[in-house]
């Protein structure tokens, strides 16, 4: 199938994007083990391994484990690094929570960098992004913790507030203590209409990490790369349109760019390998353009 998707600019030195030509992205119609895209209840040995994932991932995700889990993260003292030596560690990792891929992380960062590259020749910075959206998953290793599969993958949602119905295996959240706590079950929680993204706690894991090591790193990646990274996994909101109530005008610009790169996130999922050794001095030049040498972790 083609995926028809509007192409957005981002202006030099702002955070805005024009909307200009559609991209067309051809998509397969299904996933490597032969079902729908994201086909959380299709029958499976794979589809029952990961609602059990959701299961406890939804009881465990509370507002105090998140704010324990970033206070703790937030010191980056876990190894220092640079990206590619993460990308590498990624051969180690496959992600539990995913129906449609068990290849090593690595393929997959792989798979949708050059997909974007090839339609998004011109938005170098859309590449790299590509490339380290996930390297949060590092967290799975015993030298970052060596967390449960819960507490690093799947879909992130909001905590603070009332858990979306439109949230991959909703029915779990009802033994989430967070559920019936009236601080953190209304619509709009600890939080208020139009705070911003940036001031909501999401659930802990890969996308959250690795946004924290990328700013405190001081890369020069655009203020659009930086909410890719930390948003990549909310499809309540970039596929369910739900939490926009607290959204901010900033967001609203954002999110057009986290719609496009969700697309290939997603359909660029494949047993189809990308010849590293030949990618590789691309996306090391991207590296050297926006990060340091090193980075703490």
């Known amino acids: 199938m083609t995926i028809l998707i509007e192409q957005p600019r981002l202006e030099e030195g702002k955070n805005q994007v024009e909307s200009n030509e559609l991209v067309g992205f051809n998509a397969p119609d299904i996933n490597a083990f032969g079902q729908s895209f994201r086909a959380y209840d299709a029958e499976s040995e794979r589809q029952k391994s990961v609602e059990e994932f959701y299961r406890v ?123 019936n706590n009236p601080l953190y079950n209304t619509k709009n929680g600890v939080y208020s209409e139009g705070c911003g993204l940036e001031n909501v706690m999401v659930s802990w894991g890969h996308d959250d990490y690795m946004y924290m090591v990328a700013k405190k790193n001081g890369t020069t990646l655009p203020p659009a790369g930086l909410f890719v990274i930390r948003f990549h996994s909310f499809y309540a909101l970039h596929h369910g349109g739900a939490y926009r109530h607290l959204m901010n005008e900033e967001d609203v610009e954002n999110l057009k760019w986290l719609e496009i790169f969700s697309k290939y996130d997603l359909y660029s999922k494949s047993k189809v390998r990308v010849d590293v050794e030949k990618v590789k001095p691309y996306y090391m030049s991207l590296i050297e353009k926006y990060f340091p040498a090193k980075l703490k972790w």
């Not at 879909?155 to 967070?178: M, Q, R, T």
Request: aromatic share 10%.
């Open 57 to 179: 991932n939804h009881i465990n995700q509370t507002y105090d484990f998140v704010k324990k889990m970033r206070e703790e993260y937030m010191k980056l003292d876990k190894m220092e690094m640079s990206i590619w030596e993460c990308c590498e560690l990624l051969n180690n990792v496959v992600d539990d929570s995913d129906p449609d891929l068990d290849e090593p992380q690595i393929e997959h960062l792989l798979q949708t960098a050059e997909a974007i590259r090839k339609d998004y020749p011109d938005e170098d910075w859309l590449h790299l992004t590509a490339l380290i959206h996930d390297l949060g998953k590092v967290l799975l290793l015993p030298g970052f913790g060596e967390l449960p599969q819960w507490a690093v993958v799947g879909d992130i949602f909001p905590l603070g507030c009332a858990f979306d119905e439109s949230i991959v295996h909703y029915k779990h959240f009802k033994d989430n203590p967070d559920y």
